[in-house]
């Protein structure tokens, strides 16, 4: 693996990413804001309002990294580069992925943060945490389907498809009797059906990732 | 040491409409190949398979001594290719681009950039979105040759170029020549630009290859045979004749093996040969093509 060749054409996308991941700064830091002015009505606003600015970030990212390589016939100039494809891919699912979570990470700690500093809305904690594994995975699902299918349509409809999982997991989670219950408590519950849960969306991004590597692997053309 | 550029050998391609078949094709080292064909003939599908953008399904490609898709990597360290799909970062500069490529080649020549933006009139702080397409082919080509290749890959680069930008084009190919330990395939179907510049010829057509020589070969080797037959005289049987035109008293010969013999091979059959014409490379190919298919309906 060329690994200075993956870093190069990580640079590239974050390069042209730029204004997107400022734009979702700016969004993620006023979600926040929100959510801290305290209260149910400003955190669930501002809740929506983060995972709106999240997925408009993932949804950028793979769109203008990936999806427009092909898009805007720019394919053949980077493969063109001393590179196989394998690090192609390599470079494309790190570089949405660094681009996307640390972000990530930085929202939903400081979205954490709030809850934990706010007694009030301290049962949410459990939840929280798998919903913003399920929005980790709804990017991670639409990188591999943007990479393996390099169709724009099939990537919307993964788009899509995370967006209504989120809601079908959020629904299914909270009628979960040991961590639905405990959602609008005033204390932080972790029980052995969150770390069940969260194990297998982990599971299942590891699942999606390494099946996309095993795709691109077998894959004969590429332009 | 293999003073082969390029070698594909017993190389095949199948898609669902369309399929390349047993292409064997050499270029040796410092050489210029004018490749040939008409659009979808398999010339960009070759080129793909050459540059390890598209994997062969049968035979071997061997390219500035490594194999080919599996050594893609360390051979596309010494390729520049330009192809008429390709697209620059719409978003970014020349200079962007230059920067970009820089640390990635080692042999990059950041002053022939310079001049090579300078002779085309190219502004490294532009962004590529707001170049014309003439400019946007001589950016890829600025790119490609300042990496100083040891192969150079052109897929159609003149194609849907204006007459000023083709001319500057091929006289900056006309001087990366200079250097003769570079290899360039130039594909087009304009034969007049690769005439130009090329001194081997090969000619693809529906995914095979129907002829490969040195340019000076094909223009020897091809000529049309103007004659007159007498009443009773019928066509001569000559050797290496691909088509037969004109009128029943005044046949057009066109041969591809023409040895001054036959003029007077054609006098001891009866026949008068009015005139011997040369051909262009254009009449070649087509002819070449025409008589291929020809033989394949008949």
Known sequence: MNYSMVKSLILKDWYFQRHAILLALAGGVLSLGIVALGGQPGFTLGLILLVTVMVMLSAMSVMGNTIGERENQTLAFSMSL???????????????????????????????????????????????????????????????????????????????????ALN?????????????NAMWGKAIQWTPAATILVTAEFALIALLLGGTFFIQSRKKDFI | MNDLAVQFDGVSKRYTHFSLESIHLELPTGSIMGFIGANGAGK??????????????????RVLGHTMPADQAAAKLDIGFVSEDMRLYGQATLAWHMEFLKPIYPRWDQSYAESLAKRFDLKPQQKIKGLSHGQRVKAALLLA????????????????LDPVARVEVLGELMAALADEERTILFSSHNTLDVEQISDQITFIDRGRIIDSDDKEAFLDRWRRLRLVLPPDVVVPRLPGVVEVGGSGRLPVL????????????????????????????????????????ERLTA
């Open chain 2, 254 to 293: 066109t041969t591809n093996r023409f040895e001054p013999a036959m003029v007077s091979a054609c006098n001891d059959l009866g026949a008068t040969v009015q005139a011997v014409d040369t051909m262009t490379l254009e009449e070649i190919f087509v002819a070449n093509v025409h008589s291929r298919r």
């Open chain 2, 44 to 61: 960009s599908t070759t080129i793909r398979i050459l540059m390890g953008l598209v994997h062969q399904d049968a035979g071997t490609v």
């Open chain 2, 145 to 160: 040759l300042a990496r100083r290749p040891r192969l150079l890959v052109l897929d159609e680069p003149t194609t849907g």
């Open chain 1, 82 to 164: 001393p590179i196989s494809y394998l690090e192609y891919t390599t470079s494309k699912i790190l570089g949405n992925l660094l681009i996307f979570v640390p972000y990530w990470i930085a929202i939903v700690a400081g979205c954490l943060g709030l809850i934990v500093a706010a007694p009030a809305i301290r049962g949410l904690f459990a939840c929280t945490v798998i919903m913003a594994v399920e929005i980790l995975i709804s990017t991670c699902l639409m990188i591999a389907v943007a990479l393996v299918t390099e169709s724009k349509s099939w990537t919307i409809a993964a788009m899509v498809t995370g967006n209504v």
């Open chain 1, 168 to 180: 079908v997991v959020g629904y299914l989670v909270a009628h979960i009797p040991s961590i639905g």
